[in-house]
């Protein structure tokens, strides 16, 4: 018998989901054109300015509001409808995308309206994470949360691969306006495909789905102390805030590829634009076929997200001595390869841990741990790769990654080795527990026994008679 934590998935089995077809596509392509928007939004403030400050502050407004107000985005999906905030917020991106083609095709784009706009998708995005995240469980069910977790992450990359790719012909014919354009009709397709969705009931066609993994209803969750109840959450399960603890020093001081990929092919290597074009294709195929990989796993456990942080800081480390271009290219494969094994595995294991009712505050700590500490790791990195040398800023992170792992683990296998010692055996499974002896059954009362009285028409010896309890 496959045992729970080892039991392996097709890649694409979330997708046999009706729902999460639809969904999965239709974001794919949403991804596609927010990718396109990334690269042309990056290109039109450097060609306005010139000023690569100015390209650092547009997009770090994307992500000030993550911190700001990241946990009270998880209150929004938790507290209405997951598919009512999405489609507002997919109605929100699409009016952000219509004002930017407006603003930049007019040839009235001033710096401070590209911010503010820059600030806007920010705060939109704070809330649609957490609701998209958990509006996955509503579709497919628990059985297939796994799965489709990194069905999501695969459609993140794949558009990170193909958008800039898109964008960079793009942005030669048609400029930066035409591209915000197209990015703004991408996401009516997401809208259609929410409005054919049936919400909060998994498809007759799921394998596996049966009616009892429905999820509950969302139940509305009132607002005062609501912020910080997804951080009492994960506080109260060891496993799980050290998994996020382990998956935010890595998000902070290892993932910082825009700035180490730029100066290793600046300042290092001496390949130009299209050199940078080439790492980042090379990162980008690790990291899909990392994702691919990963969402076989039916059940990730802290120690795929230990040994996953461990293989990445190692991936990380070796590519930062490579001596040549071509090595530190075929490094980057494996670097993200790795990487997108920890960020599934880390994704699946808190979707599985959570529950319905706290699902979109536990996803929006996720998103705050994932993304918020990027204003804070991006100077810092850059600070010792300015000082130290570009190869020590990427071994710095690798080094990160590796520490934090071994501290997860001796903190995880100290905890486990008290509760032992302290006399709290930790939990046995169900399946693997010994069964219990049954108690013998009560001997039965002897009866005595009758003896027949002789008679003269019965001349033969006198037999006792047999009873079946004798």
């Not at 990015?183 to 596996?208: C, M, Q, Y």
């Not at 271009?325 to 390869?337: A, K, N």
Request: hydrophobic letters at 50%.
């Amino acid at each position: 018998m496959v045992s729970k934590n080892t039991a392996r998935t097709g890649v694409f089995t979330a997708l046999r989901v009706r729902d999460y077809r639809i969904y999965w596509s239709t974001g794919l392509v949403s991804n596609i054109g927010s990718a396109m928007q990334g690269v042309a939004l990056d290109w039109f403030v450097f060609d306005l300015t010139h000023s690569g400050t100015a390209v650092g502050w547009a997009a770090g407004l994307q992500f000030a509001p993550v911190l700001l107000f990241g946990l009270w985005g998880g209150v929004l999906a938790d507290r209405y409808d997951r598919r009512s905030l999405l489609l507002w917020a997919q109605s929100l991106y699409a009016v952000q995308a219509v004002l930017l083609t407006v603003a930049v095709l007019s040839g009235h784009a001033p710096l401070w309206s590209v911010y503010l706009l820059s600030f806007g998708l920010g705060c939109v995005f704070t809330v649609e994470n957490p609701a998209r995240l958990s509006f996955v469980t509503e579709l497919v069910g628990p059985s297939l949360i796994p799965n489709a977790a990194g069905l999501n992450i695969l459609s993140l990359n794949a558009a990170r691969l193909i958008g800039p790719a898109i964008a960079g012909v793009l942005l030669g014919l048609i400029g930066a306006g035409g591209v915000f354009a197209v990015n703004a009709v991408s996401f009516v397709a997401v809208t259609l495909g929410l409005l054919t969705i049936r919400a909060r009931t998994p498809a007759s066609d799921a394998p596996g789905v049966r009616p009892a993994d429905a999820p509950e209803p969302v139940k509305r969750v009132r607002w005062a102390g609501a912020g910080v109840e997804g951080l009492r959450y994960v506080a109260a399960r060891p496993e799980l805030a050290a998994v996020l603890a382990l998956f935010g020093a890595v998000s902070t001081f290892a993932v910082n590829f825009p700035t180490t990929l730029t100066l290793f092919a600046g300042r290092v290597f001496d390949v130009g634009s299209s050199g940078l074009g080439f790492m980042s294709t090379a990162l980008s195929v690790g990291t899909i076929a990392g994702t691919l990989a990963a969402t076989r796993r039916v059940s990730p456990r802290v120690r795929t997200v230990v040994v996953g942080a461990v293989l990445f800081g190692v991936s990380e480390a070796v590519a930062a001595l490579m001596p040549s271009y071509t090595t530190f290219l075929i490094l980057l494969l494996p670097t993200g390869f790795t990487l997108m094994t920890l960020n599934t595995a880390v994704s699946a294991f808190v979707q599985s841990e959570v529950s319905n009712a706290m699902r979109g505050r536990v996803m929006a700590v996720y998103t705050v741990v994932s993304m918020g500490g990027a204003p804070l790791g991006g100077p810092t990195i850059g600070w010792v790769s300015q000082h130290a040398g570009v190869r020590w800023g990427l071994a710095c992170g690798a080094a990160v990654a590796m520490l934090a792992a071994l501290a997860v683990a001796l903190l995880l296998a100290g905890r486990q080795k008290s509760a032992v010692l302290g006399g709290r055996p930790l939990p046995v499974p169900q399946r693997l527990r010994p069964p219990l002896p049954s108690p013998p059954a009560p001997a039965p009362a002897p009866r005595p026994a009758r003896r027949r009285t002789p008679t003269l028409a019965s001349p033969e010896p006198l037999r006792p008679e047999v009873h079946p309890h004798d």
